[in-house]
């Protein structure tokens, strides 16, 4: 039975809740770190080990004894997550909580939760429903504006300073934490999931207004190990794309800025990550570049990969989208200034 001081509420009105009032995930703790509504608290009624337990005496004795073995699991240590949840909730006392189908779990949590005198909005659908409502949402049509260019072009930069000019800017590689390239999580902290990309990536689109169009830079289907939710991926595939070309002496500098700081090793490990495509000469020569110090010239031998690969991805796409900017300078204010020329002229012709 649910108790007075909870209540069910749908996927829209738990998002909206979710702007004042803390959200709870009542998984396991392997449930949450493959995905979860960004900024939950993760209370979980069982850990993995006990889940599992729960799950298996449930097939092979129903769920009256799956039931009772819940119950002597948790129940020892069910003061806890009151405590637990009583610290999240705060002077207001009230969560959103959710499990996985919005079942047993988060009605028992919220349960023990009312104990304390907790308000609790139970989500309808449980995270399943947050999932189809994210992918939905990501499927739908939106108007986007594409930046790309060859690695080292100063892309992600630029996108910042069309962000400081009052543009709605994504930026898919800070949410993978990964840029790109085979070089492209050193420095970096571990990637999420692409479950939990995707829901990060739902949270900055429903920040954005939807009548205005969001600029991002152009990526491949993973950045990564992280892999772009396909509908969403098609539909920037199908939007227009402003080409900043720059040549490899303009690129270099910046790419020296950004990667010779690093050990030799971790730099060697990424040069190994390509070496089938960069084949065993060009390769050698990265490698011994590397180890003599000579960074400038193991960056030029990658980047002949990296352009040759992109220019190619390049030719995929519909060429009537795509909008060439030539630039001789790495300055990233009058390169900003020169793509959002172009973006105003792309918005006059159509």
């Known amino acids: 039975m649910v108790s007075q001081q909870t209540h069910k509420t749908g996927i829209i009105s738990f998002l909206e809740l979710a702007g004042d009032i803390p959200v709870v995930d009542v998984r396991s703790p392997s449930e949450f770190r493959a995905g979860h ?35 002597r699991l948790s129940g020892p240590v069910m003061h806890l997550k009151l405590e637990e949840a009583l610290r999240v909730a705060g002077e207001d006392k009230r969560l959103l909580v959710h ?87 050193l420095g970096q902290p571990a990637q999420p999931s692409s479950e939990h990309f995707s829901n990060l990536l739902f949270e900055q689109l429903s920040l954005s207004d939807p ?80 180890n003599s110090g000579n960074f400038a010239t193991a960056i030029a031998i990658t980047l002949q990969y990296y352009d040759k690969a992109y220019r190619y991805s390049l030719t995929r796409k519909p060429q009537e989208l795509l909008h060439y900017v030539n630039t001789d300078t790495d300055d990233v204010e009058i390169n900003a200034g020169r793509i959002l020329e172009a973006a105003s002229r792309l918005k006059k012709s159509l």
């Not at 509504?37 to 850990?47: C, R, S």
């Not at 730099?267 to 495509?277: A, H, Q």
């Open 99 to 185: 499990c996985w189908r919005g079942g047993m779990r988060s009605e028992a949590m919220a349960w023990l939760f009312s104990l304390g005198g907790i308000e609790t909005h139970v989500l309808e659908g449980g995270y399943k429903a947050y999932r189809r409502h994210v992918l939905e949402a990501l499927a739908a049509n939106r108007e986007m504006i594409i930046l790309g260019g060859l690695t080292g072009s100063g892309k992600t930069h630029i996108l910042k300073h069309i962000q400081g000019k009052g543009n709605q800017v994504i930026d898919l590689e800070g949410l993978a934490n990964h840029k790109g390239s085979a070089f492209g999580s």
């Open 211 to 290: 009548e205005k169009p969001v600029w991002l830079e152009d990526e491949s289907r993973n950045i990564g190990m992280v892999f772009m939710p396909e509908e969403f991926y098609l539909k920037m595939q199908g939007s227009p794309a402003i080409i900043l070309v720059m040549d490899i002496d303009t690129r270099l500098p910046r790419l020296m800025e950004e990667y010779s700081c690093y050990p030799p090793e971790l730099l060697l490990r990424s040069v190994m990550k390509i070496s089938k495509r960069l084949g065993g000469d060009r390769t050698r020569e990265a490698v011994d570049a590397v």
């Open 37 to 71: 509504i960004p900024g939950a608290h993760n209370i979980p009624l069982f850990d993995d080990a006990e889940r599992a337990e729960v799950g298996t005496r449930y097939k092979k004795e129903g769920s009256l004894n799956a039931i009772l073995e819940g119950i």
